[in-house]
């Protein structure tokens, strides 16, 4: 159960619902988000919530049967749009498109892709600083002060930033340069990073796990909601199974399922989705058609000599084939549907 108390709320009426609800057996912890105060109730006993009508400070009370609770499509009639500012949403009436390299490399690079997207109309940009790479000797990044050197790029220009952090640590030092955080695949289950992130108030976008199920999925989106960050978005990037005719197995099935369990905004990366080049596009496609409020994928001035993930990775060419596909897939799937 999800009470939703009123931002007039004071302590003693905060006092007198806890104890109410606590007598019909019910543990109840408190989540303050940059939104509201919730006190989430989980008890067995099913008791009737007319019982609590009398009591000041509520606005709201939703049953929630899910064990997920803030991240349930149950209790919100609508769904979360995360705003970037500028201008810039995820989820809502737009489809947000995010792309650029998996790794920043050069300020080269940078210049050009920030170009790309500026001519394409593409308001926010990916990019790794720290990068997890299967090879301890692969590179991994430049971080801090690569996105330094993007940030300001970026700002000039009018880009939103978003890169992953991989740990802790990395959140103070990220956190004046990006506009969303990214938790990638490797870190959907580093609770103690899922934590920090709920106690910053920026967006986070959380990916699904190498070998994570959807129900995992949400877990994790639901240790940020109730750390006090409501700010989030969830990103399907493909899974590991017995397949090796491609990298992942992008499981497209997880983007209506989420969209209809979660009210949060559900993205996919098709790049990661299925690691081949030549299907990204399909598979970006297919992910749009299905329901994604956005599409983040990866390209590159040249994708042949990029530091890593070349082979997933567009030219500018290919980009901007793929951005005018889904702007028509998007009118087509908003209009003709
Ligand atoms: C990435 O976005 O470059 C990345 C490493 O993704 P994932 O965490 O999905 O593997
Ligand atoms: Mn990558």
Known sequence: MIIQLSSTINNFQKDSIVKKVSEFGYKVSEVKTQKGTYLISIGKKEFDIRQLGFLSGIEDIHRVSDDYKLVSGKWKVDRSVVDLGDGVFIG??????????????????????????????????????????????????????????????????????????????????????????????????????????????????????????????????????????????????????????????????????????????????????????EFVEPIALAALMAGADGIIYETHQKPEEAYSDGQQTLDFNESARLIRKLLKAYELRETAF
């Open 92 to 277: 809502g009436n737009s489809l947000a498109i995010m792309a650029g390299p998996c790794s920043i490399e050069t300020e080269a690079q940078v210049e050009l892709t920030i170009n790309h997207l500026k001519e394409n109309g593409v308001q926010i940009m990916r990019g790794g600083v720290f990068k997890p790479r299967s090879s301890p000797y692969a590179f991994r990044g430049l971080g801090v002060e690569g996105l330094k050197m993007w940030h300001k790029k970026a700002r000039e220009a009018g880009i939103k930033i978003i890169s992953e952090v991989m740990q802790v640590s990395q959140i103070a030092d990220m956190y004046d340069y990006v506009d969303v955080f990214q938790v990638g695949a490797r870190n959907t289950q580093n609770f103690n990073l899922l934590d920090e992130l709920g106690k910053v108030d920026k967006p986070v976008m959380i990916k699904r796990g190498i070998s994570g199920t959807i129900e995992e999925l949400l877990y994790s989106a639901e240790y940020v909601f109730s750390a006090g960050n409501e700010k989030l978005i969830l990103c399907e990037r493909g899974i590991r199974t017995y397949e090796r005719a491609s990298r992942n197995t992008m499981d497209v099935n997880a983007i209506p399922i989420l969209k209809e369990k979660t009210h949060l905004p559900v993205v996919a990366d098709p790049s990661h989705g299925i690691g081949i080049r």
